[in-house]
């Protein structure tokens, strides 16, 4: 279902940057392809340099090229190209955001419901959000004005808390969009649906039959370049702080009444904040960290690399040749709710793993007929990427004259030959031109993920015990296991018949 877009204008600051270029644009184009952007809406990128808007068209055009590789619609390219203004906004010119509001003043050009994606460096979305509303730019009182915050909002509790004093001077919570690119993806947004469009999970979904739930998200990716960003973040605050705990939230959040933002967001806010607080007198068995050594990944084509450790890689850039920052993260946690009262959830990421792939796992209590010792626990696993697709592990009888069961796996795939395939930020995007931030975050999520981070990250400040070292390519270190409530319980290592065998 398609919702009704007011005409208006996209400002997107930062839009010479990495995001822009290989995601935002395009993202953008694809929607105006798809007949989702309304006749009426132009975009503004804003950047630091001064470039003429055919210049600006020559770059946008060379930003598809690369997405595109198969080409696109001349007639659409032309309509896009229309919409598309550039904006010098030099941090240098006292009077840059005056001239912003001059600029857009010109309502034959820019409908003036104005919707701002804020692609910038962290420490300048305060002073963006003072400035748009020291000149003006964000007064309601004849147009909607909303603000996109890319993530990370804030790096703590209290830098979160700080950076919402300063924008809640100019902005309702309703004008604020907390962007984490994970609520976009169809995948996640399917978890929802699962749950409740169909009758037969409910009565399973809590701790009368589930054992314990899995929340991986593994890379074989390194930190590459961004080495000064990840010796300054981890694994535990760039993936676990909001999407991976964002996606917890999803699995576990009772049904909301109906599904407008509120409703939705109000029980989020609600599982989040019932995360048990970690027991810091036994932290060791509740949380994990380690940092991956020299080894060899999978490429994309199913070949070996060689690649350097992550201290190697620090060392290289001029980092120092130590760090505690953990490239693995997994932590055990409960939420305390009658619905899940003594089930853990082990939430892991890893960078340099034997395999990329995000998912749900979870591992329902032995079946009340065993027919053999050890028989398999029934798994459903809610794949998120690369492939997006549901699994059911079962026993079913071995044909034959014995009375013998094995297991099997139903496989249902999520997607189908000819869906769309869309980026997580188009969708996102169009929510924010809707008006819809059922996909974003309300503050009390933000809060509520910082509050539990926060412990973690400090209980490691003070620990200077060296990190534990995998091998890049490898499965979970084992030491991890230390973290699981039962022997009997550990890793998933694929989404595959077996791959909870170890
Ligand atoms: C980003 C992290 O937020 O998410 C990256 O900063 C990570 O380190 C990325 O690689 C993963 O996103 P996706 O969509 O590729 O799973």
Redesign the pocket.
Known sequence: MSKQIDPCTLVLFGASGNLSRLKLIPGLFRLDAAGRLPDHMAILSVGRGDVAREDWHKEIKGMLDAKFKNGYDKQVFERFLNRNHYHANPPTDPNAFEKMRDRLSDEKVFPQNLAYFLSVRPTDFAPVVEQLSAVGLLDESKYWRRVLIE?PFGTDLASAQDLQSKITKHLKESQIYRID??LG?SAIQNIMLTRFTNAIFEPLWNNGHIDHVQIT?N?T?GVGE?TTFYEATGALR??FQS?LLQTLALVAMEKPKDLTPDSIRAEKIKVLESIRPIDLENFNKQVFRAQYAAGRVCVGDGHGENVPGYLEEIKRDGLGDTSFTETYAAVKLFIDSPRWKGVPFYVRTGKRMHEGN?AIAIRFKQSPLELKQGQHHNWLIINI?PRECIKIEMESKIPGLDIATRTMSLDGAQRQQGDETID?YETLMLNLMEGDPSQYLHISEVEAQWRLVDQIVNAWAKDKTPLHQYRAGDRDPKESSVIFEAEDQFWRYSIELGGDAH
């Open positions: 993530k690119h994970y993806k998200n890379e990716l961004r760039d993936m999407h995000t990427q997580s």
